[in-house]
């Protein structure tokens, strides 16, 4: 499948290929009544028997009229010289708040897969430390409910928080994974599903550099890839999504800023 895909999209990167091919994946009925049935913590081990599903080439290679999926490729300066970590990147989402609420209470199932390689550490083995065997990590972070866009970029970057500040806003509810579950490997995925109106503002979405054997005080610059692949869904093939979303696609910037290690 992954030749397949690289046939017809001769120019996207490996990550991107590993991430759509997991992106597009689905269990079939019997394994995801599995997972339904477990509780969240237990998922993990199910996810390392049965991975994330049967992945399908149709939903690798487009996007349907109720299920529209929007791919970026980008790079971020993981380390600085000295072994700091100066760039985080924030995406505007190119669904509308509007859209959204015009939905209502129409079930909206929103995917996020992070797809990133790695360079082992030659002088480590194993996985004993957290920062030893991996060159850096990404992690994404969704605005949360009832979340501002200050209170968002404060929670991730201390240098956005004033005297004001008072902690996290929110919580990760939602998620099929949740973070503890899906931040393993360098491939990150997970769905939230729920009525499209909760998710009206909730339409930024940050990557976030994660310290490995990379990050030390004698380090070089260094720079990585990843590629993101945001999809969102609705099971009714009376909902147009694709055309909205294909309108406001061009407001899907990165902004980096600068956060403090």
């Known amino acids: 499948m992954a030749a397949e895909t690289l ?21 079939p009925h019997l394994v995801a009544d599995k997972f339904n049935a477990a509780r969240r913590s237990e998922r993990a081990s199910l996810l390392r028997t049965y991975g994330f599903g049967v992945p399908d080439i149709r939903r690798v290679l487009a996007s349907a009229g109720n299920d529209v999926a929007v791919v970026v490729e980008n790079e971020m300066m993981v380390v600085a010289a000295g072994g700091t970590m100066p760039e985080m990147h924030f995406y505007q989402l190119p669904w509308t708040g509007d859209l959204l609420r015009d939905l209502g209470d129409t079930p909206v199932k929103l995917r996020v897969t992070l797809s990133y390689f790695v360079e082992s550490n030659p002088a480590a083995r194993g996985w004993k430390g957290r920062y030893r065997y991996a060159s850096h990590g990404f992690r994404f ?31 990760e509810d939602g998620w099929f994974l949740g973070p503890r579950q899906r931040n393993r490997g360098s491939l990150h995925s997970d769905i939230w599903e729920g009525p499209a109106i909760t998710l009206a503002d909730r339409r930024k979405l940050a990557i976030v550099p994660l310290g490995g054997w990379w990050k030390s005080p004698r380090s070089p610059e260094k720079r990585a890839r990843y590629s993101l692949v945001v999809s969102l869904a609705t099971p009714t093939d009376q909902v147009d999504l694709y055309t909205p979303v294909s309108t406001e696609l061009a407001t899907l910037t990165t902004l980096p800023t600068v956060i403090e290690t």
């Open 7 to 27: 046939a017809h999209l001769p120019d996207c990167w490996e990550e991107t290929v590993r991430a759509l091919i997991v992106h597009s994946a689905e269990w």
């Open 141 to 171: 972070h969704l605005q949360r409910p009832n979340e501002s866009d200050h209170a968002f970029f404060a929670r991730l970057n201390i240098m956005d928080r004033d005297d004001d500040w008072d902690g996290a806003e929110g919580g």
